[in-house]
């Protein structure tokens, strides 16, 4: 747990997270030491095991984006070369279940109602991002584009089927995905 509270953790050298280790941060806001725990590595971060992000209960606390297409970024690992992910995300003690996932390990994990929580994994950070996305937006990648109306138009079905969830293109929330929902992403 890098603060007593919210702080910066610096480790001159390198650092080597293992299976069964766990890295905690608190975060209440975007700004890195001030608002959130930021872990900064001198040399080179070797990650696994548990990240365990979880919102303070004082000294203010963090809450979704609450408009459409706000999105909140919170770089909490620096380094000078990161190798290996974690294998487990939480946040507030749920696990994030990857909905896309890319090769490096990044992943986005739907919620619910189109809110997004991300875990990017680049060649000298971890960030973590959590997007209220738009209509339309049902992969969470902040635009609606063609694999969007693709993935609406597949579980396109009036009243019944699969497309009952956001990611399924019901982004109305009324449990179908329909003309109503085409027409709002476009």
Known sequence: NPGSSVGVLVVDGSYSQQADALLQIELSGTTPGV????????????????????????????TDPVVRGQEDSFIIITTGFRS?????????????????LKPNGSFRSHQSA???????FGANTVELRHLLAMPGD??????????????MLVNF????????????????????TDTHDLTTAI
């Open 35 to 62: 608002e959130h725990d930021q872990l900064v590595v001198n040399g080179v971060a070797s990650l696994a095991g548990t990240l365990a992000v979880s919102t303070m209960t004082s000294g203010g606390t963090y």
């Open 84 to 100: 290996g992910v974690f294998s487990t995300v939480t946040f507030d003690g749920v696990e994030l279940i990857p909905t896309s």
């Open 114 to 120: 189109g809110l997004f929580r991300e875990i990017i």
């Open 138 to 151: 049902v992969d969470g990648d902040n635009d609606v584009d063609t694999v969007d109306l693709t993935q």
């Open 157 to 176: 079905t009036g009243d019944r089927g699969s497309g009952k969830i956001w990611t399924t293109g019901d982004n109305d929330g009324d449990n179908d």
